[in-house]
């Protein structure tokens, strides 16, 4: 064996410079022809299931993006890589699908389900099924975790068993940034919504609203009593809140009008207005008629809540802002990373280089890079194109543990 080592464990987030280049036709020709060779002898070796979890692995999927030859570092090996792997599983047999991909193309995926499901030969009942898992999935990285990156790509890989990964990703141009989001059947609990990202690699730390955090939990269920009230009463609260976080009125005028807003000075002189997620609301007719619609349907919980037609970030982010200023229960503010997407950051793996705890678990790199060289090695490809891909794995693990 060429390599024994590379990147972390399963699943996450990841954080890529955004590239505006497209990729040559012969190196697209050249990346399709290397991973289909990969992926059939995956599915030989490990069936469709243990594939679509690989890929819910941002750090794996790192691994397959460079081994078949395009730039480890690039927001573009999310929607390359994603589209190559597309047009494979659509040509052959290997037990999985991908639907969606990036822009215009993430929207097909309601109409890719149906025709997935039947070649998939999963039952019609798992049209809408996929179709909720796709939506949700969706709301998670865009609703319940806002952390300033805008999606657009999404991908849904379904199994022949009924398995499921995604892989979206967001933008933020102002720092010139992409993330990238994994979420898996196994990890991802539609219904609870509490950490679905089984890990998180990320090179920016950001302090989001995160509301599928654990410590979120008191706001959720102060989020899901307010749909209780009448709409016009939320409303009230949420020019409450925008007052508030304008500076139009003291917390002691405050305190005369409304009892919600008793002893809150000390509390609310200690938050960290850097957070972006405290500034104003935008009210519009919108979100109103979303609230009364919320209410019409019955929502009760936050897996109901995102159902609704309309109910977006900003709805949410009025509902987190009455919960923590004026119910005093805050969100958690904590990124959900828990590794990073570059290589190199692994020379500093001993736990919270820049706050972000990079423990390398060398048995876990180890089988993570030795499926990929397996798959390689047993590739029915020229000698030279296979030593060139185990070289790129070696060079990836040279790079995390200076080998």
Same mark, same amino acid.
């Given at each position: 064996?060429?390599?024994?080592?590379?990147?972390?464990?399963?699943?996450?987030?990841?954080?890529?410079?955004?590239?505006?280049?497209?990729?040559?036709?012969?190196?697209?020709?050249? &990346?399709?022809?290397?991973?289909?060779?990969?992926?059939?002898?995956?599915?030989?070796?490990?069936?469709?299931?243990?594939?679509?979890?690989?890929?819910?692995?941002?750090?794996?999927?790192?691994?397959?993006?460079?081994?078949?030859?395009?730039?480890?570092?690039?927001?573009?090996?999310?929607?390359?890589?994603?589209?190559?792997?597309?047009?494979?599983?659509?040509?052959?047999?290997?037990?999985?699908?991908?639907?969606?991909?990036?822009?215009?193309?993430?929207?097909?995926?309601?109409?890719?389900?149906?025709?997935?499901?039947?070649?998939?030969?999963?039952?019609?009942?798992?049209?809408?099924?996929?179709?909720?898992?796709?939506?949700?999935?969706?709301?998670?990285?865009?609703?319940?975790?806002?952390?300033?990156?805008?999606?657009?790509?999404?991908?849904?890989?379904?199994?022949?068993?009924?398995?499921?990964?995604?892989?979206?990703?967001?933008?933020?141009?102002?720092?010139?940034?992409?993330?990238?989001?994994?979420?898996?059947?196994?990890?991802?609990?539609?219904?609870?919504?509490?950490?679905?990202?089984?890990?998180?690699?990320?090179?920016?730390?950001?302090?989001?609203?995160?509301?599928?955090?654990?410590?979120?939990?008191?706001?959720?269920?102060?989020?899901?009593?307010?749909?209780?009230?009448?709409?016009?009463?939320?409303?009230?609260?949420?020019?409450?809140?925008?007052?508030?976080?304008?500076?139009?009125?003291?917390?002691?005028?405050?305190?005369?009008?409304?009892?919600?807003?008793?002893?809150?000075?000390?509390?609310?002189?200690?938050?960290?207005?850097?957070?972006?997620?405290?500034?104003?609301?935008?009210?519009?007719?919108?979100?109103?008629?979303?609230?009364?619609?919320?209410?019409?349907?019955?929502?009760?919980?936050?897996?109901?809540?995102?159902?609704?037609?309309?109910?977006?970030?900003?709805?949410?982010?009025?509902?987190?802002?009455?919960? $923590?200023?004026?119910?005093?229960?805050?969100?958690?503010?904590?990124?959900?990373?828990?590794?990073?997407? $570059?290589?190199?950051?692994?020379?500093?793996?001993?736990?919270?280089?820049?706050?972000?705890?990079?423990?390398?678990?060398?048995?876990?790199?180890?089988?993570?890079?030795?499926?990929?060289?397996?798959?390689?090695?047993?590739?029915?490809?020229?000698?030279?194109?296979? &030593?060139?891909?185990?070289?790129?794995?070696?060079?990836?693990?040279?790079?995390?543990?200076?080998?």
């Amino acid at each position: 064996m060429l390599v024994a080592r590379f990147l972390l464990e399963m699943s996450g987030i990841s954080d890529l410079p955004l590239h505006d280049g497209h990729v040559p036709k012969w190196l697209l020709a050249y &990346m399709e022809k290397l991973a289909s060779a990969i992926l059939k002898v995956m599915y030989e070796i490990h069936g469709p299931d243990k594939i679509i979890e690989y890929f819910s692995d941002p750090l794996w999927f790192q691994a397959f993006n460079n081994v078949i030859g395009m730039d480890w570092d690039s927001s573009g090996s999310t929607t390359v890589v994603t589209a190559v792997v597309k047009k494979i599983t659509w040509k052959e047999d290997l037990g999985f699908l991908v639907l969606g991909g990036k822009g215009e193309h993430s929207k097909e995926v309601v109409d890719e389900i149906p025709l997935a499901v039947k070649r998939l030969s999963l039952g019609e009942d798992f049209i809408d099924k996929m179709r909720l898992v796709s939506r949700i999935g969706a709301k998670i990285d865009s609703v319940l975790l806002q952390d300033g990156y805008t999606l657009y790509h999404h991908a849904l890989f379904i199994s022949e068993r009924g398995g499921w990964t995604i892989i979206q990703q967001g933008m933020k141009p102002s720092i010139k940034m992409a993330r990238r989001y994994h979420l898996n059947h196994m990890t991802a609990d539609l219904t609870k919504l509490l950490d679905p990202h089984s890990g998180v690699a990320s090179n920016n730390i950001e302090n989001p609203l995160n509301l599928v955090d654990n410590d979120s939990l008191t706001a959720r269920g102060v989020i899901e009593d307010l749909l209780k009230e009448d709409v016009s009463k939320i409303i009230k609260m949420i020019r409450e809140v925008n007052a508030l976080l304008k500076g139009l009125k003291s917390l002691n005028e405050y305190t005369k009008l409304t009892r919600h807003l008793e002893n809150k000075r000390t509390y609310f002189e200690k938050k960290i207005f850097s957070i972006p997620y405290y500034r104003p609301i935008n009210i519009t007719d919108e979100m109103i008629k979303t609230l009364n619609e919320a209410q019409l349907k019955g929502a009760e919980k936050i897996s109901e809540i995102l159902q609704i037609k309309g109910f977006g970030p900003e709805t949410m982010r009025a509902l987190t802002l009455v919960a $923590d200023l004026i119910f005093n229960t805050p969100p958690s503010n904590r990124d959900p990373v828990t590794h990073p997407i $570059d290589p190199f950051k692994y020379s500093y793996a001993h736990g919270g280089k820049d706050g972000v705890p990079y423990k390398v678990r060398r048995d876990l790199l180890e089988k993570t890079i030795l499926t990929l060289e397996e798959a390689v090695e047993r590739a029915k490809i020229g000698d030279h194109e296979k &030593m060139k891909m185990l070289n790129r794995l070696a060079q990836l693990s040279r790079y995390v543990l200076d080998v």
